[in-house]
């Protein structure tokens, strides 16, 4: 009786210590896996996995991104995303479908299941436009080919300096990134002295300030050149 008695009470422990991991896993187990602001009105939201959650979670990320930012614009990143709730999909399609501000979408060939239908739905609600590498069943209205290795070292930071390769060398991505021009207006007016172009008397130069950091994910750049470029275009109409 004893034994039979402490058998139950294990099996009753095991029981209330699986729930507890379970519900620990449900608190922690989220759709979205970034939300930031990139170049002061920006804003990018990275999924991880398209879940029951999803669209509750944009909706809150952009509540928080809009209240101390003026928000151009949205960059959905669903690069290496996966998820088999279609329903989620759908729901979070309709988050972007009645919106006025213009949505890029990012997927490549990890992209997969759910978010697929994700990206397929924002494309036929003519939400946005795509950008990346074909996944399946999306081919991106905007083609930016890198490779697996370098798109997820951006996906941790997207102004890191990519892996080095043969195809991926300093001379094949200087076409790809903005050029920054790191020589201080000291050193122009020390140059211009130098070559005569100006007199000794020239008025001394103002400090340069720190550059501003350089997106070199090559696929998030251009979408958000072309966000920045349409909140422009809006602004002077």
Do not use: C
Not at 6 to 29: E, K, P
Request: glycine content about 6%; overall charge negative; aromatic content about 4%.
């Amino acid at each position: 009786m004893i034994r039979r008695s402490s058998w139950i009470f294990v099996l009753a422990l095991a029981g209330l210590l699986a729930a507890q991991i379970s519900l620990r896993a449900d608190a922690t187990d989220t759709a979205l896996a970034k939300s930031a602001v990139l170049e002061s009105n920006v804003a990018y939201l990275r999924v991880g996995q398209v879940g029951k959650n999803l669209a509750d979670e944009i909706r809150t990320a952009q509540g928080a991104l809009a209240v101390s930012n003026k928000i151009a614009g949205t960059v959905l990143d669903l690069r290496f995303a996966d998820g088999d709730d279609v329903e989620a999909a759908q729901m979070a399609a309709k988050l972007f479908a009645g919106k006025k501000l213009p949505l890029a979408i990012l997927v490549n060939a990890e992209t997969r299941g759910a978010a697929v239908k994700l990206a397929v739905d924002l494309r036929e609600a003519r939400a946005g436009l795509i950008f990346g590498s074909a996944a399946e069943e999306v081919k991106p209205d905007i083609a930016v080919e890198e490779t697996a290795a370098d798109e997820k070292i951006f996906l941790e930071n997207p102004y890191a300096a990519p892996a080095l390769n043969e195809t991926n060398s300093p001379a094949a991505t200087n076409n790809l990134l903005p050029f920054v021009d790191h020589m201080s207006e000291a050193d122009l007016v020390r140059a211009k002295i130098k070559d005569g172009d100006a007199d000794e008397n020239f008025p001394p130069s103002r400090k340069a300030g720190p550059q501003k950091p350089v997106i070199r994910d090559p696929v998030l750049a251009r979408a958000v050149d072309l966000i920045k470029g349409l909140a422009v275009v809006r602004h002077q109409s």
